[in-house]
């Protein structure tokens, strides 16, 4: 196994959550997967799963989320959630993970991380339970070497790009916290917080986006609960739709 840790990753968190479980195995099929069983199966304890290896990687819209051990940094976290509005989570999110690693980092909505035009993390929310009860498994992939592209559209980013000496542990250590509180904020405040720090770090900001719709226009930004807006030739239009994907018209510049 390689060396994470662990403990130090428990002492940021344990302020916030004194029951929370540090969990890091070598191997699952996928850390929302088992986080998503095991809420369903009544064990809700707080808890950040981390897997070396992945071997049924899940990413949004039904895709996957390949890597190898070594070259991504792949987990999960779970708790108790209870917004009032859910909209704008992953934006949030992704914004908590890019503040935590650099500032060249942008968010493409509604939840990648980009280096340069360039895919360098995703995040797969869900949710489980009902009512007041609902469980967030917030899973984030996070590549962290050079790997082939292979079946992928365009080429990878990676965050020792930025950061050399940065392996999966510190990686997680540097975000785990953070993160936690990011989701605690949102859970009192919603999306309104972090409007203006995803609005410094929005990749698709004034640039030609296509939608999965068909539709084509220029990105505007998002409004206050996340919604992408996007002028088209028929007015502004609201996109909301966690179903709806979004891409650069144009390769991206260098
Ligand atoms: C996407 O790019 O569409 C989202 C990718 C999310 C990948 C992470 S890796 C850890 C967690 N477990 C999964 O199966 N998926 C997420």
Redesign the pocket.
Same mark, same amino acid.
């Given at each position: 196994m390689m060396h994470w840790p662990a403990e130090a990753i428990w002492e940021a968190l344990y302020p916030q959550l004194p029951d929370f479980t540090v969990e890091v195995l070598p191997q699952? %099929?996928? #850390?929302?997967?088992e986080l998503m069983r095991r809420i369903r199966a009544g064990r809700l304890e707080p808890t950040l799963l981390v @897997?070396e290896q992945?071997t @049924?990687? =899940?990413? =949004?819209?039904g =895709?996957?989320?390949q890597?190898q051990a070594g070259d991504?940094? #792949?987990?999960?976290l779970t708790l108790p959630l209870a917004p009032r509005d859910w909209s704008g989570l992953s934006l949030a999110v992704g914004l908590s993970v890019a503040d935590s690693l650099h500032p060249a980092l942008q968010l493409k909505w509604p939840? %990648?991380l980009w280096l340069q035009g360039r895919?360098l @993390?995703?995040?797969?929310i869900e949710t489980a339970g009902m009512g007041e009860q609902r469980h967030v498994v917030v899973?984030?992939?996070?590549n962290l070497a050079a790997r082939p592209a292979d079946g992928l559209s365009t080429a990878p980013a990676w965050l020792q790009e930025l950061l050399p000496e940065v392996d999966a542990g510190q990686a997680l250590l540097r975000i785990a916290a953070p993160l936690v509180q990011t989701l605690r904020a949102f859970e009192r405040s919603g999306f309104a917080p972090f409007h203006a720090g995803f609005a410094q770090r929005d990749a698709l900001r004034d640039t030609a986006v296509t939608l999965s719709n068909g539709t084509v226009g220029m990105a505007r930004g998002v409004d206050v609960q996340g919604g992408l807006q996007v002028q088209t030739p028929a007015g502004l239009q609201l996109v909301t739709s966690a179903e709806v994907s979004v891409r650069p018209l144009a390769p991206p510049a260098e």
């Amino acid at each position: 196994m390689m060396h994470w840790p662990a403990e130090a990753i428990w002492e940021a968190l344990y302020p916030q959550l004194p029951d929370f479980t540090v969990e890091v195995l070598p191997q699952l %099929d996928s #850390t929302n997967s088992e986080l998503m069983r095991r809420i369903r199966a009544g064990r809700l304890e707080p808890t950040l799963l981390v @897997a070396e290896q992945q071997t @049924a990687g =899940r990413g =949004r819209l039904g =895709r996957g989320w390949q890597s190898q051990a070594g070259d991504s940094l #792949t987990f999960s976290l779970t708790l108790p959630l209870a917004p009032r509005d859910w909209s704008g989570l992953s934006l949030a999110v992704g914004l908590s993970v890019a503040d935590s690693l650099h500032p060249a980092l942008q968010l493409k909505w509604p939840n %990648d991380l980009w280096l340069q035009g360039r895919k360098l @993390a995703g995040i797969l929310i869900e949710t489980a339970g009902m009512g007041e009860q609902r469980h967030v498994v917030v899973g984030i992939g996070i590549n962290l070497a050079a790997r082939p592209a292979d079946g992928l559209s365009t080429a990878p980013a990676w965050l020792q790009e930025l950061l050399p000496e940065v392996d999966a542990g510190q990686a997680l250590l540097r975000i785990a916290a953070p993160l936690v509180q990011t989701l605690r904020a949102f859970e009192r405040s919603g999306f309104a917080p972090f409007h203006a720090g995803f609005a410094q770090r929005d990749a698709l900001r004034d640039t030609a986006v296509t939608l999965s719709n068909g539709t084509v226009g220029m990105a505007r930004g998002v409004d206050v609960q996340g919604g992408l807006q996007v002028q088209t030739p028929a007015g502004l239009q609201l996109v909301t739709s966690a179903e709806v994907s979004v891409r650069p018209l144009a390769p991206p510049a260098e």
